[in-house]
């Protein structure tokens, strides 16, 4: 596995969702990484497109298409699509994470090996592929390293196998060329199929190819196809068959080669047609092996893309089968004649004919008696010996003449008749005895039945289906369809229709992203992308809606996109503190946040302004409280009454104790008593604490 500290993806935050960790896997066209889903707090693997390729708008959009159809299928044995998306360029793919090694590893360290174990680690494998073919999805790009084998024992060869990458290497090469001379070569080329390198086209068959590349590869621990540049495997993929894995690893049996053959012929039209037919078969193969047999003539010869040499052609015992040999080196086809040989055309059919004996002995050769045998002296039992036979006589002549002249015009005759009644009854029973299927599309159910009915047809109702053009209810086919040949009395099938086929925008508001896209995969809609955006009464990481709006009906498979919330929208705070709290109360208020007022007396702080305010910086979402306190200014303090007439020291002990500062002052008509005559401020007035109370005495 592959570890990078310093990749700048890793510690990346991934469209809000997935944390990026570590580099596990590296290729041509993406980068695999270890994330955690901090939505679900689970562990997956996240494919991410090289930059490159995430530039190209078409390229994205296949990817989208690819990843969707890939979700869809659910195996055992292949890697789970959980999501796809885009981060500002960035194409990614969420997958499941299998955590153990590829098969590259296993063949690193294990092959060559055995053949059952080979089949037991590519029988999964096919498993996954078989289930794709069938959903119509092809992979295009099967090799060890997309098949994954997880840590967990409990199956055959140590770990559950998976397949990963399916419709990855299309959405890389949809809509370009792809050929050895004049493109670029999709997939790994050492398990490209004949047909990818000649003109970039595919189907099932070259998923069957590459794994018939991988079969040989765990068997012999090479490659079959080596050069020194692409092309040049490449062109010995289309040249040259795959070896025999038995001329690297001997004592492999032949019908295993025979397997390996079949899966990897350049001829497309000889491999198995999709994953399903080539797993038969290596069940098949799995099975002889399990019992021991090494040798099994009939199973090679079912198995291999081409004739099987050396090999009797097996009959019935006891039962003559003709065999006649191909031209070739060894069998001409025209052999020489010899003294007293008859011509070729009257030699009779035993110089072709191998009798089958029941006994156990050599396999006959096909070269005709070993040298020095005679031939046997007479013909086989059953046949008459030919010789002379006596001449007849003229009577027998005359009257083998006679019936001759006679039988020839009966012959003729019945002859003829026999083929006027063959041509009557192929004229009846092949074309006058049927109706043409009247039509009636268009037609209401009653105006069909009628219709029908009245042309001597039985008539049902079957399953009705979705019309772009039929109004519903009314017949939009029949079975069978009209201008077919029928009988009369023959029973119609109408199909009505339903209208066009439409669907209603789900209810999204307030369920989770998984839930909200599982609704429009309910109404046969295609979820599109998700839209974040700020909400003050939805939740993050609910459903606001949708676009189009839920009740909007739609044709099946249109694109809906998801509007997921981000939560409330933050709020830059202002610092008001010291200044006016009536403004700071109105520009909090039209920001959406709430206003928490105390008023305090402050010796520092203008009366009206702000003393201090909670949260004084930062962000808060819309309805957050901001406290703040008011100065009232400084603190009031009554003087006291009952000053004026007492003496001027019990005057000072009482203003002090109120933490008045004092002083005192003789009055105009100061006459040397020291008694209080007058108080400034006046007794009973409301001034700061702290201030100057002066006393004028008497």
Known sequence: MDSMVDDPMTGRLLDRRYLIGRRIARGGMAGVYEATDTRLDRTVAVKIMHSGLGDDEDFAARFVREARAAARLSHPNVVGVYDQGEDTGTVYLAMEYVPGRTLRDVIRSESPMPPAKALAYLEPVLSALSAAHQAGLIHRDVKPENVLIADETGTQVGGQVKVADFGLAKAV????????????????????????????????????????????????????????????????????????????????????????????????????????????????????????????????????????PDRPVLGPRDTPVKFRPEPSQAYPAEPSRHRGEPAAEERHEQTSTL?????????????????????PSGPPSGIRPAGPRPAPSRATADNRLVRHSLRAPIVLGLALLLAVVGGLAAWWFGFARYDSMPTVTGLTQVAATEKLEGEGFEVRVGEPEYSETVAKGKVVGTDPE?????????????????????????????????????????????????????????????????????????????????????????????????????????????????????????????????????????????????????????????????????????????????????????????????????????????????????????
């Open 173 to 308: 090469s949809t809509e370009s060329q792809h050929t050895a001379t004049g493109g670029v070569l999709i997939g790994t080329v050492s398990y490209l199929a004949p047909e990818l390198v000649i003109d970039g086209r595919s189907d099932a068959r070259a998923d069957v190819y590459a794994v018939g590349v991988v079969l040989y590869e765990l068997l012999t621990g090479k490659k079959p196809h080596e050069g020194e540049t692409p092309i040049a495997v490449a062109y010995k993929h289309v040249h040259e068959d795959v070896p025999r894995p038995s001329a690297t690893a001997p004592g492999i049996p032949a019908y295993v080669d025979a397997l390996v053959a079949r899966a990897t012929a350049r001829d497309r039209g000889l491999r198995p047609a999709d994953a399903r037919v080539l797993l038969h078969q290596v069940h098949r193969v799995r099975q002889a092996l399990a019992e021991g047999v090494t040798v099994d003539d009939d199973l090679t010869s079912d198995l291999a893309p081409w004739p099987v």
């Open 355 to 375: 009798y089958i004996s029941p006994v156990v002995g050599p396999e006959p050769s096909y070269a005709g008696p070993p040298s020095g045998a005679r031939p």
């Open 482 to 698: 009209a201008g077919a040949r029928v009988l009369d009395g023959d029973t119609i099938t109408l199909v009505l229709s339903r209208g066009k086929e439409r669907y209603d925008v789900p209810v999204v508001r307030g369920k989770s992203e998984d839930e909200a896209q599982d609704l429009i995969a309910e109404r046969n809609l295609t979820f599109g992308e998700t839209i974040e955006r700020f909400s003050d009464n939805v939740p993050e990481g609910e459903a606001i809606g949708t676009s189009p709006k839920a009740g909007t009906t739609l044709r099946p498979d249109a694109v809906v996109d998801l509007i997921m919330s981000k939560g409330p929208k933050p709020i830059e705070v202002i610092d008001f503190t010291g200044k006016n709290a009536g403004r700071a109360e109105r520009e909090l208020s039209g920001l959406g946040l709430e206003v928490d007022r105390t008023d305090e007396y402050s010796d520092t702080v203008p009366i009206g302004n702000v003393i201090s305010q909670t949260p004084a910086s930062g962000t808060l979402a819309r309805g957050d409280t901001v406290s703040l306190v008011v100065s009232m200014g400084p603190s009031l303090v009554q003087i006291p009454g009952g000053l004026s007439g007492t003496g001027v020291d019990a005057a000072k002990e009482t203003l002090k104790g109120l933490g008045f500062k004092v002083k005192t002052r003789h009055a105009d008509n100061y006459l040397g008593f020291n008694i209080v005559y007058q108080v400034d401020p006046v007794e009973g007035s409301m001034v700061p604490g702290g201030s100057t109370v002066t006393l004028y005495i008497i």
